[in-house]
């Protein structure tokens, strides 16, 4: 029986409800993917985790999961980062500034980020995947004083492919953390590393007995730094991964996020890997 | 009224039946009438297009008196029983879900300008009549589903919240029915109000009413019903014996969850989807399957959007679909994704099987794929594997 967060019964109706964001900014991070930058257009955002998702709404065409990708300004303002593949997508990723788009949320359950004060803590991103953990990489920088050692290995096609460079740039020249970005192909400016983020692995020495570890990217590169992470000695229950499915409610009422007996928009999308690994990689279920 | 949600099966209760009344047919024209005088809308089984199905009742002519429904994997038929039973017939392809989780439901209102309505206005009071064990089941399900997780549905809670229910012990089970393993029916267990049972034959046409809840009595008072006599009930009570010795169909879930979680690759999913034809008829007439998505429309001119709910079915390409492409896509996975959680998952989830043992989705099949034989040989290809 799996015991869901225990939290007073909410009525679902408040959830089904749209509040208004105004586009404040707009970054074009690769050839199809935007990071918007999010203000209310009265009141404040709800507060939310590193990890969580919401459900962003384009007028008449309809609503998409999206990760929240940024808290830089105290929830003021929330960042979005959008990769136009779908009508919703699309529309959303071709709002202008100043434009209003709708959103349910946050839901879900984010990043374990208290559970792992005091320990080292290793995240790995596989392209767009850097998204969600985004905030957790400016939550942990920004209180670099409660985690011990600290570790971002991200992974990208090409260059190209590579999410928010100009922060990459910045976490890289920290001196109080390790920072390796390689891509699969590079071009002529490349001067990074080549080969998939699990080779990146060679360059770390971990104290697996210590560590807490964050993954997100395609269930692919997933399952293999899985391995690599298990290889390295990482218990099961300290590897934490977000799980992408269809989801549609956001809170467990719909049936199309299930993942096995779980619902990835409520009981996820952050699990540990002791909670899905039966049911994780497994084709078509 | 049952206003006690908490009742389950395989749970105590502290109600039961505290008192038995008698009503001689004409009786039920009379209950039909009252529930109606005391506000309810009263919906009960009719006859339309040649199956039995639940619409809204003014009287008891209505009632498909003197037929059975005759049901075989992939068949249905109804035809004469030669007797004046009210309720000679098992369950056909509607459930109460159509009511009280309405196939399509407006959910919200949005205008370009901004303004958004959420619509939940509906506040009628219904009364079920003739839901037999399983479908009391099915109705325990969803409330635990909609109601009792961290998130309560309001378009579910608002209609059940105020639900009266007349119950109808099955006397003869249908040839699809495998309420008896489940621990369903075919006697009525909890959550009803009022439990019917048909005593019928040697010239003799009467129901005895078991009374629940105290609603339950005094809409039986106020119908003029007398108290059942010792002899009267203990006919009832052998009419449901007999009942339990007439089932074809049975579902061993003993392990059964264990066992399928241990069966994700089967072959027998991959047979199955051999004949499946995704159609999603199982999970349209199943009493608990609960998914639904949502259709954004617009108006003309743009200015008004409504964002409308309805039914869906995991059997559906899309109903998996994220960037690029659907999880299952294969009719084996869909089969599997629907098999899994009725039987297992759905136990992790909500702490009740998903399957009620009602029979409609192998009726309902156009190709008669049965649930009850594919666990068996899950079961069989488990121990097959395991020696």
């Known amino acids: ?285 | 009224m049952v206003d006690n949600y908490s009742n389950s099966r395989g749970e105590e209760t502290s109600q039961e039946v505290s008192k038995y009344y008698l009503l001689q047919p004409s009786l039920i024209n009379e209950l039909i009438r009252a529930l109606r005088d005391d506000g309810y809308a009263v919906y009960g089984p009719v006859v339309r297009d040649g199956a039995i199905v639940y619409d809204e009742l003014e009287s008891a002519s209505q009632l498909p008196v003197g037929l059975r429904d005759r049901q075989g994997p992939g068949q249905y038929r109804l035809e004469e029983r030669g007797d004046g039973a009210f309720f000679g017939y098992v369950v056909g392809p509607y459930s109460w879900k159509r009511f009280l989780y309405p196939p399509r439901v407006k959910l919200l209102t949005v205008t370009s300008r901004g303004e958004v309505t959420v619509h939940n206005d509906w506040n009628g009071k219904m009364a079920f009549l003739a839901v037999r064990g399983c479908e009391l089941a099915a109705i325990e399900v969803l409330d635990r589903v909609l109601m009792r997780g961290p998130y309560r549905d309001p378009v579910y809670s608002e209609r059940r919240k105020n639900l009266f229910i007349v119950a109808v012990n099955c006397a003869e089970p249908g040839e699809n029915c495998f309420c008896a393993s489940m621990g369903t029916g075919p006697e009525a267990r909890s959550g009803y109000d009022i439990a019917l049972t048909e005593v019928l034959g040697d010239g003799v046409h009467y129901f005895v009413a078991g009374a629940r809840t105290t609603e339950g009595e005094r809409v039986l008072e106020k119908i003029g019903a007398r108290r059942a006599t010792d002899d009267e009930v203990s006919a009832a009570s052998s009419v449901m014996k007999r009942s339990l010795t007439l089932f074809k169909k049975k579902l061993d879930v003993n392990g059964l969850k264990e066992e399928i979680y241990g069966s994700l690759e089967s072959p027998v999913f991959t047979e199955v989807a051999n004949r499946c034809l995704a159609c999603a008829n199982c999970t349209l007439v199943c009493p608990t399957c609960f998914c639904t998505n949502v259709e954004e429309v617009t108006d003309l001119e743009g200015k008004v959007a409504e964002r409308w709910r309805r039914w869906d079915s995991c059997f559906n390409v899309d109903f998996s679909y994220i960037h690029g492409g659907s999880i299952r896509s294969s009719r084996m996975s869909r089969y599997r994704q629907w098999f899994t959680h009725k039987l297992a998952t759905w136990v992790d989830q909500f702490g009740v099987m998903g399957c009620v043992g009602c029979g409609r989705c192998i009726t309902w099949c156009p190709v008669g794929i049965d649930i009850t034989e594919e666990a068996a040989n899950i079961r069989r290809a488990q121990e097959v594997s395991a020696t």
């Open chain 1, 1 to 285: 029986m799996i015991t869901a967060v225990s939290v007073p019964v909410v009525d679902a109706l408040e959830t089904y409800k749209i509040n208004w964001l105004r586009v404040v900014k707009k970054t074009k991070e690769t050839p199809d993917t935007y990071t918007l930058r999010l203000k209310p257009k009265e009141g404040e955002i709800p507060p939310f985790k590193p990890g969580q998702f919401c459900m962003l709404y384009a007028y008449g065409v309809g609503e998409v999961p999206i990760s929240i990708s940024g808290d830089l300004y105290n929830g003021k303002v929330v960042d979005h980062t959008v990769r136009a593949v779908g009508p919703v997508t699309k529309a959303l990723a071709s709002a202008g500034i100043d434009s209003v788009i709708g959103f349910r949320g946050p839901f879900g359950r984010g990043w374990p980020l208290e559970e792992a004060e005091g320990k080292d803590v290793i995240i790995v991103g596989g392209g767009i995947g850097l998204a969600p953990l985004r905030p957790a990489i400016q939550y942990i920088l920004k209180n670099r004083e409660k985690y011990g050692k600290f570790y971002l290995l991200y992974g990208a096609r090409t260059p190209d492919d590579l999410l928010y460079k100009r922060e990459l740039g910045l976490w890289r020249g920290r001196l109080d953390s390790q920072v390796l970005v390689t891509v699969d192909k590079g071009d002529e400016k490349w001067r990074g590393y080549i080969g998939v983020v699990t080779t990146l692995f060679r360059y770390l020495k971990l104290d697996p007995a210590n560590t807490y570890s964050y993954v997100c990217g395609p269930e692919i590169m997933m399952k293999f730094t899985i391995q690599e992470l298990k290889n390295q000695g990482l218990p099961d229950e300290r590897i934490f991964i977000s799980m992408e499915r269809n989801m549609k409610c956001g809170v467990g009422l719909c049936g199309h996020c299930q993942l096995g007996p779980h619902f990835v928009c409520k009981d996820g999308p952050v699990f540990s890997f002791a909670e899905v690994s039966k049911f994780f990689g497994r084709r078509e279920l």
